[in-house]
C-alpha cells in the first residue's frame, strides 16, 4: 500500500490553468487563526465528517484527512497573507483510490473562504465534455423556447386582426352571394386552422421550459462566479485565443439561489462573449452587489467575422450567432441569450444587451436579487 500527497498554492490570473472538477463543490470558512467558522453539507459529505465537530474547531484539531488540512492552511495562509486568491491542489489515497481536489482561497478581512472541488483525475477530459454538453443543450432548450414564443406572440397579432376584419366584411358582402360567403368561410377557417396550430404545436411545445424551476440555497457569490468563468475559458475561450479578465469586490457575499442555473446563466454569457470576440481579444467582467441586486455585465468588442467564422470552435449554432447580429426589435434579447433572461427572470432579476455591432463594445448586463436587502 503506498499513499500519495500533493499540494501547490498559486496566485490566480487571467491566464492560470483551471482544472476539470467534478461533483458539488464544499465550502468551509476559516478565521486567520485558521478555526472553523462555518461549513457547509457538501463539505461535510465530501470528507464523511461531523459538522458540529468541525465548527470552532482548527485545521490540525478536525478530523479532515492530513493531507487536506495542510493543502487547505496552506492555501489559507498565502491567501491572507497576499490578500488575494489562491489556487491548490492536493491528491491522497491509495494507489487504486486516489481522491483529487482543487481549492479556491477567497481572503476577507478577518476571515478566508475556501471553496474544494472534487477533481475525477483522468477522466477530467471526458467530464469536461459531458458538461459542456449539458450546458450547450440547456442553452438550445431554452433558445428554442424563446423561438416559438415570439412565433406565438407575433402570429397571433397578424390573426386577430384577419378574424376582426372577417367580422366586418361579414356584415358588408351580400348574405345571398354563395362566392362571397365560400370565401369568408374559408378566412374564418384558415385562421381557426392556424390559432389551433399555435396552440397545440407552439404553445404545448413551450410549455415544459414555461416555468424555470428553481432549488433555491444560499449561494456564494465570488465562489459561483469564478466556477462559471473557468468554465467558459476550458470551453471556448482558451480554444479561440480570447482571455476573461475578472473586476470585482466579491468576497464572501451569498444570495438566495438556484446555483445550478446561474451557472448555466454566466457561462453563456461568458461564452457568448468569447466566441463573439476577434482572436487575442479580452473579455472583461465586472460583478458587484449594489441596491439589493448583485449584477454582472461581460464588456467585449464585437466581431462579425469571430462570430461567422465557421472553421473557429463555436457552442452556439450558426444562426443563433447570425440573428444575434441583428438589429434588437422591440427590445428583444438575442435569441441564443434566452437562457440569460429567463433565470435572471426567475431570480427575481433581469437581463439585457443593446444591439451587438460589429467593431462596437457590447454589454450582457444581468441582474439578480439578492434575499433579505
Known sequence: MTTSFSSSVERTGAQSGDP?????????????????????????????????????RALTQSTLPKPVAAALADAADAALAGNGIRRAQVSFGEDDATRSF?????????????????????????????????????????????????????????????????????????????????ALAGIRSGVEQQVKLIEQSVDRTRAETKAVALLLAPVAVRPLLERSVALARSSIARARGVAINVESPLAEEQVEADAERLTQMLWLMLAFAAEASARDASVQVSSNIEGGMWRTDVRFVASAQALNDSSAPHVLEAFARRQ???????????????????????????????????????????RIAVAGM
Open 20 to 56: 476539470a472538477v467534478a461533483g458539488n463543490d464544499g465550502v468551509l470558512v476559516l478565521d486567520t487563526a485558521q478555526r472553523c467558522i462555518s461549513a457547509d453539507a457538501a463539505f461535510a459529505h465530501i470528507f464523511d465528517i461531523d459538522l458540529a465537530a468541525l465548527r470552532q
Open 102 to 182: 482543487t481549492i479556491l482561497a477567497l481572503p476577507a478581512s478577518d476571515s478566508v473562504t475556501l471553496i474544494v472541488s472534487p477533481c475525477a483525475g483522468a477522466p477530467d477530459a471526458q467530464d469536461s465534455a459531458t458538461r459542456l454538453a449539458h450546458l450547450r443543450a440547456e442553452a438550445s432548450l431554452f433558445m428554442r423556447d424563446h423561438v416559438l414564443s415570439i412565433v406565438s406572440h407575433d402570429l397571433r397579432g397578424p390573426l386577430n386582426a384577419i378574424h376582426s376584419w372577417g367580422y366586418v366584411l361579414e356584415r358588408k358582402v351580400d348574405a345571398n352571394d354563395p362566392a362571397a360567403q365560400r
Open 324 to 366: 444575434a447580429l441583428e438589429p434588437r426589435e422591440n427590445g428583444r434579447i438575442a435569441w441564443g441569450l434566452a437562457l440569460c433572461k429567463r433565470v435572471a427572470e426567475a431570480h427575481g432579476g433581469a437581463f439585457e444587451h443593446a444591439n451587438i455591432v460589429d467593431g462596437a463594445e457590447a454589454v450582457l448586463s444581468a
